[in-house]
């Protein structure tokens, strides 16, 4: 699960166009350099779990430089967007993802944007987007309250680090089936939200993008009419 909040926490995403770009962004880049399984857009960050199809790092990158290049052509905005680097978290296992999912999911509702997850319009939790399905060996068996209740009191961290962490074992690597424990890493997955213990990586600059323009592959559709995948 990777997070990555906005220059100086401020509430870009309040607005619905710049919400709705972040999201069409997301959508851009999804099965060519990423799988995306969830994903919440709050007013003043974001979280994404994914499968790197490549790296993480160049994920990140693809998703906060491509945003800003559009913003700037698109939105007209010459603003600082976002803090550099990002946070992430490698899920371990189902279990470890059930909770992920419902922070996620839950985000809006603790934060009193909305009452229930699925009435939040920029969250994977409403009905309309279409999503990857996680590897079999993650998908958990149960989302509930006790697995929901590990999260509790384990608020996400806001700081970021602009530290490059050159160890290739950091490097993301698609989601393996099977996965049973952390100590498993010869087939550890690393889906990338914000945990407390989450290790920070990568500089990632506004102007990421600016030298690779890019139409987006997906049309608008009304968040209330497509189906989302399981």
């Not at 992430?88 to 993802?97: E, F, G, K, M, T």
């Not at 590897?135 to 068996?141: E, F, H, M």
């Not at 407390?196 to 890019?214: K, L």
């Amino acid at each position: 699960m990777v997070t990555s909040p906005t220059w100086e926490r401020r509430a870009l995403f309040h607005a619905e166009p710049w919400a709705r770009l972040l999201i069409d962004t997301l959508y851009h880049y999804r099965g060519t350099d990423y799988l995306l399984h969830e994903f919440v857009v709050m007013p003043d960050h974001f979280h994404a779990l994914i499968t790197p199809q490549t790296s993480l790092e160049k994920a990140v990158q693809f998703i906060k430089g491509g945003f800003s290049y559009r913003a700037k052509k698109e939105l007209g905005s010459s603003l600082e967007i976002w803090q550099k680097g990002f946070q992430d978290h490698r899920i371990r296992d189902a279990s470890d993802l059930a909770a992920h999912v419902i922070y996620i999911h839950d985000n809006p509702v603790k934060e009193h944007l909305c009452e229930r997850p699925d009435e939040f319009p920029y969250s994977s939790a409403h009905a309309g987007f279409k999503l990857d399905a996680v590897p079999q060996g993650l998908k958990p068996q149960v989302l509930g309250k006790p697995v929901a209740a590990r999260l509790e009191g384990v608020p996400f961290q806001n700081t970021t680090s602009n530290q490059v962490e050159l160890n290739s074992a950091a490097k993301a690597t698609p989601i393996q089936s099977g996965i049973s424990s952390p100590d498993e890493t010869n087939s550890a997955a690393k889906i990338a939200p914000l945990q407390q213990g989450t290790s920070s990586r990568g500089e990632i600059t506004d102007g990421a993008a600016e030298a690779a323009p890019f139409q987006s592959k997906i049309e608008p559709v009304p968040l209330a009419t497509k189906a989302k995948t399981a």
